[in-house]
């Protein structure tokens, strides 16, 4: 017989659980999460009994959930998380008073003293957002609704956590006035350190350290130490973990290969554990026990539904939204898991409920779990996303990167697929052969150079078509390329020259510039794209006519969305008034400041600024007309700092 408590079969198990029942699910047309969760009843200690409830599993199931909100918190746009954090207020207070009050109304129907009836008004007032890997998938995150209702969990979650421990400390006689404060100051210090001193770290840490392995475990360090941080001031872990979402999701690029991995064994392991943790203490016979467990399981239940229901019809009323994302931010905010488990549990060894109550609001835990993701996966389906703010620019349709080592290359292809997954691009690495008698053998090298570049970036989710050119010269490679292809940009870097000069004048890279039509990026990358804080948009007099200026603003600001930074627009005097009216058309969400260049820009003055920005210096038109608007200003630029600089060329 086997022993399925031993590591091995125990984790064979489990595996196999997370990887049949979704599968089952989704064939009846149901979502995989709910599949998970019926597993977990199924092998759990009420049913077939083949997992107990074990340290090890509340372990697993604590870091699942821990994951989980972390990962809400990296789906949430910040720019768009300050910008409704007043209506996430708004939906918070609702969903937390309503179910609070409905709570507390069952509790004195039910007998229970008043700290009962408060503390079962808190286990309904907070969410889990238990179906939230759904909106991942269908990549709607990004929608109003949904920023509002994850921006409301931390609240309620907080404000649950409060409630339960003034009702201990009720308990034990230790609620006063500077208990309350305290925590309010504490609470206030940990979330400015997390949200404010967090991102700066990383950049530092990133400059540093660019290793996939190291940055992921960094990401993973810095997420338990919030959580570990959110208990020690006391309050659950999960409010830590959607901070250090938050955080990390303002350092690093949205489409970060580390931000993939870390959602990646999140949504494939853990989370889905906490899922089986939630159905295994699922007893489905409860409410076969006596006809009393049956009623109170029907009011737990209809107070459930009812509360969240009205305070996201509320919600939905005053800021009109749509029937779809009402809906959704109801099935996104019914489900009872995170925070009403432990409060349940507490309630119960402290004697404030009886396991009558208990059997009953588990029940209700099970059936909120599986309606929510049912009613999220019907309405998210037809959630609106798109603003002019998250239109795709077609100057980065399909970037061409000329590649002649990858490895040395590359957080230059690491810049073309962040800038190619923003806009909904493409990436074009081309490798030239130069014609001869050896270019069969030189094909051949050539296509394993090439095949080695999605390895080297480590990220698998990046798609980049490979094209190994013959040509007589690198130049004529990359130009044929360009046309053949329909590249919208080409992205060039140089190879350790020290100077622009060196590289240009007379160069591959000159040739390119002046005998292609498409927009160049010239890009010298030396400091990890994970480390920069801003892009600095340089524009000194006359250097681009107005009726390019436009484009020039819009390809850096889908720049600085590539890599989740600030744009900073340092300008000319004589562009400031066409740029804050082009700005205004624009209309975007993302933070960008504007500054005068109130003399002459002179390298020495940018150093401080070199390792922390990424420095774009336009250029446009013929050669002389570059020559005779930037002169010798990129040759020195680069000569002054090691920081990343790219210059940006259009033709016309």
Not at 266 to 295: A, C, K, W
Not at 321 to 339: I, R
Request: aromatic residues 8%.
């Amino acid at each position: 017989m086997i022993d399925l408590q031993e590591p091995v079969a125990f984790f064979l198990l489990i595996m196999s659980i997370l990887l049949v029942t979704p599968l089952l699910s989704e064939r009846v047309h149901l979502p995989g999460i709910i599949g998970i969760i019926l597993g977990g009843m199924l092998i759990g200690p009420h049913v077939l009994g083949l997992i107990q409830d074990s340290d090890r599993m509340q372990f697993l199931s604590t870091i699942g959930l821990v994951y989980l909100m972390f990962s809400a918190g990296l789906e949430v746009d910040i720019n768009q998380f300050l910008r409704v954090r007043n209506r996430s207020i708004i939906f918070g207070f609702f969903t937390f008073l309503m179910p609070q009050l409905m709570g507390m109304g069952l509790g004195w129907l039910l007998g229970l003293d008043w700290l009962g009836m408060i503390l079962l008004g808190s286990a309904f007032a907070s969410h889990t957002l238990i179906a939230f890997p759904i909106l991942t998938r269908l990549g709607v995150t990004r929608n109003e609704a949904v920023a509002v209702t994850t921006g409301a969990t931390v609240l309620t979650d907080i404000g649950a956590f409060i409630v339960l421990a003034v009702v201990l400390g009720a308990q034990t006689g230790d609620v006063n006035l500077g208990y309350f404060v305290q925590l309010f100051i504490l609470l206030s210090a940990f979330t400015l350190l997390i949200i404010l001193g967090l991102p700066r770290l990383g950049k530092i840490f990133f400059r540093r350290f660019s290793e996939r392995a190291i940055e992921f475990q960094f990401v993973l360090v810095v997420l338990f130490v919030a959580a570990l941080g959110a208990e020690l001031i006391g309050v659950h872990e999960v409010v830590g973990a959607f901070l250090a979402g938050l955080a990390i999701n303002a350092t690093l690029p949205r489409h970060s290969p580390v931000i993939g991995h870390v959602v990646f064994i999140g949504e494939s392991f853990f989370i889905p554990l906490f899922l089986l943790y939630s159905g295994m203490i699922t007893n489905p016979f409860t409410f076969l026990e006596n006809r009393q467990t049956i009623v109170v399981a029907l009011g737990v239940t209809v107070v459930a539904y009812v509360s969240k229901l009205i305070a996201a019809w509320i919600t939905a009323r005053i800021f009109k939204y749509t029937k779809n994302e009402f809906w959704t931010a109801y099935g996104l905010s019914h489900a009872q898991a995170a925070v009403t488990l432990p409060t349940l549990i507490i309630g119960l060894d402290t004697g404030l409920f009886d396991s009558t109550l208990f059997n009953a609001a588990i029940v209700m835990i099970l059936l909120t779990s599986i309606t929510s993701p049912l009613i999220v996966q019907r309405f998210g389906t037809n959630l609106q996303t798109a603003s002019e703010d998250d239109q795709p620019s077609p100057l980065f349709e399909r970037i061409l990167v000329p590649i002649i080592d990858p490895r040395s290359q590359e957080q230059l292809i690491g810049l073309a697929t962040l800038l190619a997954k923003v806009n909904d691009g493409k990436t074009i690495a081309v490798n030239i052969v130069k014609a001869g008698s050896k270019q069969e053998n030189e094909f051949a090298l050539h296509r394993d150079l090439l095949g080695r570049t999605p390895e080297i970036l480590n990220d698998p989710q990046s798609e980049i078509e490979l094209i190994p050119r013959l040509a007589d010269t690198d130049a004529k490679g990359i130009l044929y390329t360009a046309q053949e292809q329909n590249a919208t940009i080409i992205l060039m870097g140089w190879r350790g020259k020290r100077t622009l000069r060196e590289s240009l004048l007379g160069s591959v890279l000159d040739e390119v510039i002046w005998g292609s039509d498409t927009p160049v990026i010239v890009g010298k990358i030396s400091v990890p794209l994970n480390g920069n804080q801003r892009v600095l948009f340089l524009l000194p007099p006359k250097v681009v006519p107005p009726i390019a200026l436009r484009r020039m603003l819009e390809a850096n600001l889908a720049l600085a969305k590539a890599l989740n930074v600030p744009l900073i627009v340092r300008a000319d005097a004589s562009y400031l008034q066409s740029i804050h009216s082009l700005l205004l058309a624009i209309d975007g969400e993302h933070p960008i400041e504007v500054e005068t260049l109130d003399r002459q820009l002179e390298p020495g003055l940018l150093e401080d600024e070199s390792i922390s920005n990424f420095i774009v210096v336009p250029g446009f038109g013929s050669r002389k007309r570059v020559a005779d608007t930037l002169g010798v200003l990129p040759e020195k630029l680069a000569m002054a700092f090691d920081g990343n600089l790219a210059i940006l060329h259009f033709d016309k």
